[in-house]
């Protein structure tokens, strides 16, 4: 049976998902209810400063994108960071932390940008027996036109500094999240680490607006006829989410950088592609705000079986596999040739790939053979774009297979090259023929 148990710089937790900072874990009667289930740790929603809590939207606050059969995809969410008391959360962690010692428990933090008010917060965190904190530099929203959240992740210099000052103030792990709102996610991973941050975590929420009313032309959430930009989050974002953590695990600078990837985790495959690109664990917020806390059991269950049928023993075995395999454009293999087969026995003749093909890609798929609808690819025009089998509702019906070097590609006619050869190389490239 697969290990699943955890080490995340070194906060050990029974297996690698947390929930993150959020709804779900902002109060006791959640994070109980939460470990129960089986989650391996939590991050506590942001706590602010001591005084006067913030105060939310009394109406809607989340808006939400839906596939075909109504599952949810993406969410919205214009919620600022705890509205409950400081000391009441505090409370309410020490006891969590008492009660169950062996799950991770992770304070987020979101103060403003003034030495003084990290100094003051950490030890009353620290006394709570917290594992460890993470620095809010993420929240799109609200708190980033106080000064707080993206406003800080957005400027690599503040990021460096806090994280600086939480190092000199707290004996706690350092865990720094990151806004995805930026062009350039490597600069403010370097700047946490350069600050001396344990980690990072990504990512917090993209700005977006998720709809607009047509009836009286408001932006969605509505708040008496009006709406603001909110924080996008749920299994849209994934492919965002691990596009940033992949350029931080790749990059020389930052590749020995812990991260705690979030964003899209709705499955343990979703998870396991995380760790695989580098990921000591991952953190889900939507997933659980949609399916509810027991939803961690699929995610263990699924995550142990997919380890012990792959003969991983250990995360460890197969955190940042894919890590290596995620390359720049200009050095794919353009010898590499693949073309689209459709199984017969399976197509159900709905043509949709014959009219994705037909209209927008390369015209290389049949809608009629000898007098009869059949769906056929013409060789001689696969370009092997793979739109066919991205449109086809039919699993595995429609596959892309390599063409095996020294075959003829009936498209050029030419044999297919088994050398690596890529853009570089390539004689159509300007700077190549500059060069020469
Ligand atoms: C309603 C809501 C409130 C959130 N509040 C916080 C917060 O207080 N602090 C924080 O760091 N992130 C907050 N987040 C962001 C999540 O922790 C997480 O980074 C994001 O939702 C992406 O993960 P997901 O796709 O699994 O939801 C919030 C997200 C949602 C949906
Ligand atoms: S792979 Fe692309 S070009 Fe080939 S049949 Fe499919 S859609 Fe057409
Ligand atoms: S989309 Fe798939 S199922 Fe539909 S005709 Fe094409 S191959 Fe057959």
């Not at 941050?197 to 959430?221: G, K």
């Not at 806390?293 to 792959?310: A, N, R």
Request: with cysteine; proline share 6%; charged share 20%.
């Amino acid at each position: 049976m697969a290990d699943i148990r955890n080490n995340f710089i070194g906060i050990k937790s029974p297996n690698p998902f947390w929930l993150a900072s959020a709804p779900p874990t902002d109060k006791e009667y959640n994070v109980r209810r939460a470990f129960e289930a089986g989650w391996g740790g939590v991050v506590w929603k942001t706590l602010g400063e001591e005084g006067p809590p913030v105060v939310n939207v009394n109406g809607p606050r989340y808006g939400a994108i839906f596939g075909g059969d109504r599952r949810l995809l993406g969410l919205n969410n214009i919620e600022l960071i705890t509205d409950r008391d400081l000391h009441v959360n505090l409370r309410e962690m020490k006891q969590v932390k008492r009660d169950y010692p062996d799950r991770a428990l992770i304070a987020s933090i979101m103060v403003p940008c003034v030495e003084e008010a990290w100094r003051k917060i950490l030890p009353l965190v620290e006394d709570t027996g917290a594992d460890g904190i993470e620095l809010n530099f993420g929240c799109p929203h609200g708190m980033s036109e106080r000064g707080m959240g993206a406003a800080v992740g957005q400027v690599p210099e503040y990021i460096e500094m806090v994280a600086r000052w939480c190092k000199s103030y707290t004996r706690m792990p350092v865990i720094v999240k990151l806004t995805p709102n930026i062009t350039d996610i490597r600069y403010p991973a370097k700047a946490a680490m350069d600050g001396g941050a344990d980690a990072v975590s990504l990512i917090n929420t993209i700005n977006s607006i998720i709809s607009v009313n047509l009836d009286n032309f408001s932006p969605e959430p509505s708040i008496d006829g009006k709406g603001s930009h909110g924080g996008y989050c749920g299994a849209a974002v994934k492919p965002i989410a691990l596009n940033m953590v992949a350029e931080i695990a790749r990059d020389p600078q930052t590749a020995n950088l812990p991260i705690s990837g979030i964003g899209g985790v709705v499955t343990w495959r979703d998870a396991a592609e995380f760790m695989a690109l580098g990921a000591g664990n991952v953190q889900v917020c939507t997933a659980a705000m949609t399916y509810g806390f027991k939803i961690v059991e699929d995610m263990i269950t699924g995550l142990s079986s997919w380890m012990d049928e792959s003969g991983h023993a250990t995360l460890e075995d197969f955190r940042g596999k894919a890590v290596p395999n995620v390359s720049d454009w200009q050095y794919l293999n353009l010898n590499y040739i693949a073309k689209a087969v459709i199984d017969q026995e399976k197509c159900i003749k709905c043509g949709r790939c014959h009219i994705a093909c037909e209209d927008t890609s390369h015209q290389a798929i049949t809608a009629n053979s000898n007098g009869e609808r059949r769906f056929e690819v013409i060789n001689e025009e696969c370009v092997g774009c793979n739109l066919c089998v991205s449109v086809c509702p039919v699993e595995e019906c429609i596959t892309m297979v390599a063409q095996e070097p020294g075959t003829i590609d009936e498209r050029t006619g030419k044999p297919v090259n088994p050398d690596y050869a890529n853009w570089t190389q390539h004689p159509n490239n300007p700077s190549r023929r500059a060069a020469e």
